[in-house]
Each structure stands twice: as structure tokens, then as C-alpha cells.
């Protein structure tokens, strides 16, 4: 017995239907880094934690509304024509996926960071905070430690 078949594929056609899908609801950290780093217009990427969880670190460039404040302050906060990115803590954190409902009910292009800011710092990527910009070395379980990008 297969467990992996236990359930048959989906149609192939099905299947890409999905996946696009999933690509246009879903973007990753790596992504995110290099369209900061490339200084892409139109994009805000939106930290949706605490104001103690931004404090201890945050995404360089990125914009604080926490997730429950979305609804009544995004219109001071996000140009209107802007694709938003949100995140949250990391994969066991759905503050991210809160955010980004909550955008998308005020009429923004939205997208969900997977993995998060756990997954931006071990993939090595700098972090702002009160006492500056800081980075740690790639987690090599979770990215290349000699590669700015996964390269998948």
C-alpha cells in the first residue's frame, strides 16, 4: 500500500490550476529579498506582528500594521495602487494570512510572504531593529549558506 497514493494526482490540468493558484495568493522570502534589494516599485511589505515583535526585528523597508489594526488604519498606511506583502512570525503563525484577508476586503493586491521572518532570518537575510541592521548566517536547512538565493 502507498500511502502517497492512497489519494490519486490530481488531473494535470487541475494540478497547474492549483499551483498557479497558490502562486498568485503566496510569494517567499527569497523573492521578497530580491525585489527590496532591486527596489521594485509598487510593492509594500507589511509586518502584521506586535509592536514588541517589531521592535526585536523586522524586514528593512518593511511597514508595521499589525494584523488587527489593518482594517482601520491601511488607507493611511498603503498607497492604494500597491501590491501588498504581508508576514507574521513564521509557518505556526497565521497573523500573516489575517492581514492579508483583511486587505484583500479592503480592495489591495495581496500576497503572503511563506515562511515569514522566521524564514527571512534563516535564510540569512539583514533584520532592522532598535539597535540596527543585523543578520545572522543562513540556516543551512533552510537556504544555501554561500548563495543569496535558493536558486529554485
Known amino acids: 500500500m502507498s500511502y502517497v497514493l492512497s489519494t490519486a494526482p490530481a488531473d494535470p490540468a487541475e494540478a497547474a490550476a492549483h499551483f498557479a493558484a497558490r502562486l498568485a495568493f503566496e510569494t517567499d522570502v527569497s523573492d521578497v529579498h530580491a525585489d527590496l534589494e532591486a527596489g521594485v516599485p509598487g510593492l509594500v511589505v507589511v509586518d502584521s506582528r506586535s509592536a514588541a515583535s517589531w521592535e526585536q526585528g523586522h524586514l528593512p523597508g518593511a511597514v508595521h500594521l499589525p494584523a488587527g489594526e489593518v482594517a482601520a488604519r491601511a488607507s493611511a ?12 512570525w513564521g509557518p505556526g503563525c497565521n497573523g500573516a494570512t489575517r492581514a492579508a484577508l483583511a486587505f484583500a476586503r479592503l480592495g489591495h493586491r495581496v500576497k503572503e510572504m511563506a515562511g515569514g521572518y522566521e524564514y527571512w532570518v534563516r535564510e540569512g537575510f539583514a533584520v532592522q531593529s532598535r539597535s540596527g541592521r543585523v543578520s545572522t548566517p543562513a540556516d543551512p536547512l533552510a537556504a544555501p549558506v554561500a548563495a543569496i538565493a535558493c536558486g529554485c
Request: net charge neutral; proline share 8%; aromatic share 8%.
Open 77 to 88: 498606511v498603503v498607497p492604494r495602487d500597491a501590491t501588498v506583502v504581508t508576514y507574521c
